[in-house]
């Protein structure tokens, strides 16, 4: 059975490369039936960060990543388990008790430093024999515990799925340290036994773990287990191909949200670091996803994190959504934003804005001129190099030509928008034409007269959002302005 776990350290927000992490994970395991484990690796005390597993916990909820073990597994809850497997290492005399200071340490390191040596420790507790142990202990000296790294085998290879045949050596390997003198395991000995006692089929994480790897081997071979298989993915990097900062957009994955981006564009998108179906293809619906996700198909090359990618996607999903699933997503985002609106107003304005937006900001934030009266500088009605009379004129002659136009009776606010905002299209095509004036005359100050803004949607698909009344009002205000 196939069966992956996401083993976020709760050590903040989870951000970009986190979360792609556990999209990777998630969709091997859906495209084939298995399992997907949420595991919380908070055994390293000192970079805990209350709050970090609800983070986590809100970032895959709200991406639809859901896992599938009921009871949440914390590794801190585990400590009985670990130890008895590092006593059974003990046991065997695989691993041994350490009781070097933090001093001596240092020391070692920095004659190491100085000789030019390759930095570990030297074993030196390797020797201390049972007596000398007991008597430490009595001092009431607390130890760690080291794993003895055996002379044999000189070098782990194992078989990768992204990386192909990968060999480290390990005859430079310090004997590391399995558990520490709080008595909590260290990540690298959590780690394994958990993913051999939660039977993990694959282990998908960064390539930033393939050093870990011959520690993690090596200690599957001192408990006689057959270790997982690996598939390490690909860096991610800026367009700059410099590793991913906040400057690329590197943030916390919340953020996205909050900035208005549909979950489904964050997932395609980041599925997207690394893996490819084959085709030129981006665009992809998630199950979708689920069906056409392999891991085969994950290159090694650094992966290019591009913002412009994201918004084009999100911009893409926006405009394939109808207006009520886009209305509920808006909601979702910004419920506030829709109180004391007409509804059916906001669903015309969002008809409008959607072949535009980019984000769901740019419709909470842009298009407010829809629900309340406008304000402007009368100065912003006259177009370019235009006169203040030509455009009294122009908006004259659009005010005659919509109050006796019978293509848009009043009922407009029923017709569809397609036929609404060509038929209103066509009315400011005639002005501009009988008057023998230039579309900026017309176009640019009914647009301002409508939106009260520089740049907005073009006016014919104002006016059909706000119906004929509303429109008219607008510019007989606008003339009045002008006038005044
Ligand atoms: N807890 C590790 C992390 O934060 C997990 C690495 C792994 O997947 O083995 O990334």
Redesign the pocket.
């Known amino acids: 059975m196939i069966k992956t ?5 709760p ?1 903040g927000k989870p951000h970009v490369g ?1 979360i792609r ?1 556990a999209i990777f994970n998630y969709l091997h395991t859906k495209s084939k039936d298995g399992k997907f484990i949420l ?1 919380i ?1 908070d055994t390293d005390r000192e970079r805990f960060i209350p709050g970090a597993v609800s983070y986590i916990e809100e970032s895959l909820r709200w991406l639809g990543l859901a896992w599938d073990n009921e009871e949440k597994i914390h590794q801190s809850k585990r400590l009985k388990i670990y130890q008895k497997y590092a006593d059974r290492l003990l046991e065997e005399g695989k691993a041994y008790k350490c009781f070097c200071s933090k001093e001596r340490l240092t020391n070692l390191r920095q004659e190491q430093e100085k000789q030019k040596l390759p930095p570990g420790y030297d074993a030196c507790c390797r020797k201390l024999t049972v007596g000398d142990i007991q008597k430490l202990e009595k001092e009431g000296k607390i130890p760690v515990v080291r794993f003895k790294v055996p002379e044999n085998p000189k070098e782990v290879v194992w078989d990768d799925t992204i990386h192909g045949k990968v060999s480290i050596r390990t005859d430079i390997q310090e004997d590391f340290i399995i558990m520490k003198s709080d008595g909590y395991p260290t ?1 690298h000995f959590a ?1 394994i036994i958990d ?1 051999h006692l939660m039977e993990i089929s694959t ?4 390539e930033e ?1 393939i050093p ?1 790897t011959p520690k ?1 081997i090596l200690l599957y071979m001192s408990f006689g287990w057959q270790p997982p298989k690996f598939a390490h993915m690909p860096l991610i990097v800026g367009p700059d191909r410099k590793k991913l900062s906040k400057r690329h957009g590197d943030t916390a994955i919340m953020d996205y949200k909050e900035n208005g981006y549909l979950a489904d564009a964050i997932v395609n998108f980041l599925a997207l670091l690394g893996w490819n179906d084959g085709t030129t293809q981006e665009l992809f619906a998630r199950e979708e996803l689920i069906k056409k996700f392999d891991l085969k198909r994950v290159g090694k090359s650094p992966a290019v994190f591009d913002i412009e990618r994201l918004n084009w996607i999100n911009g893409e999903k926006i405009r394939a959504m109808s207006i009520e699933d886009l209305m509920k997503e808006v909601e979702n985002f910004n419920a506030e934003f829709l109180k004391g609106k007409d509804a059916k107003l906001a669903e015309r304005a969002l008809t409008v804005m959607q072949t535009r937006m980019v984000t769901l900001k740019d419709f909470t934030e842009n298009s407010n001129f829809f629900f309340e009266g406008v304000k402007y500088d009368p100065k912003l009605l006259i177009f370019g190099k235009s006169t203040r009379e030509n455009t009294l004129k122009g908006l004259k002659s659009v005010l005659k030509a919509l109050s006796s136009s019978s293509v848009i009776p009043d009922s407009s606010l029923v017709i569809p928008a397609e036929a609404g905002i060509q038929s209103y299209n066509k009315i400011l095509v005639s002005v501009v034409e009988a008057e023998n004036l230039s579309n900026g005359d017309i176009f640019w100050p009914v647009r301002v007269a409508l939106s009260g803004q520089e740049r907005s949607p073009s006016p014919n698909e104002i006016m059909w959002a706000l119906g004929k009344a509303a429109s008219e009002k607008r510019i007989e205000a606008a003339i009045k302005s002008l006038e005044g």
């Open positions: 776990r996401f083993a976020p350290s050590t986190n992490t595991r690796e990540y780690n993913d282990v998908i994480r960064g773990w870990s993690h």
